[in-house]
C-alpha cells in the first residue's frame, strides 16, 4: 500500500498544450502562437514579463476550468486570451503540481505557485469576473531548461522538488 506522500508523483495521464499566448506589451493585447522559445534567464521569449521575475518566467491555466469560470460568468465559452495567462494545459489537475517540475517538448519548468486573479479581471470579465476566476488563476512557474514549447506538446510530470 501506498502513502499519501508517495500518492503525489503519481498522475493518471500526461497533460497537453492546448493554447499558448504572449503579450509583448504590457497592458497590451494578447498574442496568440502556436509556439514559443524558453530561457532560463527570460522565460517565455516575446512576453512583457521576459527577463523578469525568475519565479513567474510561465503562468499556466487549466483547460477544464475555462468552462467552469465562463459558466460563473454567463458565457458559453471563453477565450484563453482574455485570462491573460501564457499556456492552457488540459490533462492535469494543475493545483496537485505543486512543487513538482514539468517537461513539456524539451523545456523543463518548475511550479512556483499560484497565479491569483488581478483586479483586471473585473473589467475584462465584467462584474464578478474576479471572484469567477479565485480558485481557478492557475500557477506560476520557473524555467530551468529552455527550449521550445509548441501547442499539441506533451506536459510530463517529472518529480516533487525539494524547497529552495
Partial sequence: MQNI????????RLGRVEWIGIRPERRGPV??????????K?????????????NRHVTLIQAEHL????ALTGRDILDPALL?????ISGLNLLALKDHQLQIGDVVL??????HPC????????PGGYNAMRGHGGLTAKVIQGGVIGVGDAVVVL???TSA
Fill in 119 to 126: 483586479s483586471k479581471m473585473e473589467a475584462t470579465l465584467g
Fill in 42 to 54: 527570460k522565460g517565455l521569449i516575446g512576453d512583457h514579463y521576459s527577463g523578469q521575475s525568475g
Fill in 67 to 70: 468552462p467552469v469560470v465562463a
Fill in 110 to 115: 518548475k511550479v512556483t505557485g499560484q497565479c
Fill in 159 to 161: 518529480s516533487v522538488t
Fill in 5 to 12: 506522500k508517495d500518492l503525489f508523483d503519481v498522475f493518471p
Fill in 84 to 88: 491573460r495567462r501564457n499556456i492552457v
Fill in 31 to 40: 498574442e496568440v502562437v502556436e509556439s514559443v522559445n524558453v530561457s532560463e
